[in-house]
């Protein structure tokens, strides 16, 4: 149906399908089928003639989400190419805004969680969910300049960067050199058959092309890395124009069923009843780091910009920094993934996490709403001033 299709193509769906997946996920958790769910979450599937055994959870996160890591990475590629980002003096000022928006954040998060022995988490503050940053844009924003929406999609894509690295980083647990080089092989094999779309044999090709990516993930699984690394290897691979119309291709069932199936799936989380005293220091310092940090650190790093780079790129005032610091304070999807990565080995504070998570990111939705909104109908008065 091309209806729905281009409705999942939407900001404002996704960001609606992410957050009513999200709340379907903390309600079932906490009802009578809370129990089962659990239990279907930790069965493991295994992949029959190989050595890759995952749970569903598992498959849900290293799987499924590959898919939208994928999409995320043809994007940034057309970005450093040919977008907002093809050149050192667009991409300055919101680099150093996207780094005043994670280095904050950690700060914050350390600042709360230190001596708690729980300071492994702080990469979780550092992401911001593009998706649902630029659905709360498109609700709340209409009549804001073209330029607030292109600071901040390169924003959030710098910090995809950034949340990348660290997961390829921080997050490998002895890594096998020899699965590394089979699976950067297979990125390379995947990079020339995607150079030959469109010619002779096209449908072996596409059969081809998704038989080696797949190959490729479960190398990278194996291998020790994350295999989300995978998905953003072989986007950023991908011959240009094959790979613009796959994201177009993908866009909605990346938006309509690889997002919402994890964000139900990240938020099965009991809430813990206990007094808000007892909850532990990774808790305050994720509910904290997100809203807070984010905007102190992407206004003082889009003010640095402003200061001290005088060549192209884009300028915000204020207000402007504001708002993009409140909507880069939602972490959401990535930032759900880094907590899972992050105490794997501790499931009670990982789901203390899953909460804060959604805490710290919701509080930064209703300040971003509401800033944007108010920013939005200063736009439109001036415009209809100028105009009368």
Known sequence: MPSVT???????????????????????????????????????????????????????????????????????????????????????????????????????????????????????????????????????????????????????????????????????????????????????????????????????????????????????VLSGVHATIAGVALGLVMAARPADRTRHALEPFSNGVVLPVFAFSAALVVIPSVPLSALSPAFWGIVLALPVGKIVGIMLGGWLGARFVRAGGTTLGGQELLAAGALGGIGFTVSLLMNELAYADEPAVADEGTLAVLVGSGISMVIAAVVVSRLARSYRKREALTGA
């Open 6 to 220: 281009a409705a999942l193509r939407s900001p404002r769906a996704g960001a609606l399908l992410l957050l009513i997946a999200a709340v379907l996920g903390l309600l079932a958790a906490n009802s009578p089928l809370g129990p089962s769910l659990s239990e279907l979450q930790d069965t493991y599937v295994s992949v029959p003639g190989t050595a890759i055994s995952l749970s569903v959870g598992h498959w849900i996160s290293d799987g499924l989400l590959a898919v939208f890591f994928f999409v995320v990475a043809i994007e940034l590629r057309h970005e450093l190419t040919a977008g907002e980002l093809n050149s050192p003096s667009k991409a300055m000022r919101p680099a150093i805004a996207a780094i005043g928006g994670v280095v904050v954040p950690i700060a914050v998060f350390l600042l709360v969680a230190a001596g708690s022995g729980l300071e492994d988490g702080w990469p979780i503050p550092t992401a911001t969910d593009i998706a649902f940053a630029l659905g709360i844009l498109a609700v709340f924003g209409r009549g804001l300049p073209t330029r607030l929406r292109v600071f901040l999609l390169a924003l959030a894509i710098l910090d995809d960067i950034i949340a990348i690295l660290i997961i390829a980083v921080f997050f490998t647990t002895d890594p096998s050199l020899g699965l590394i080089a089979a699976a950067a092989a297979g990125t390379v094999v995947f990079a020339v058959l995607s150079r030959r779309l469109g010619g002779r044999g096209h449908g072996v090709v596409v059969l081809l092309m998704v038989v080696v990516a797949l190959v490729t993930w479960g190398l990278v």
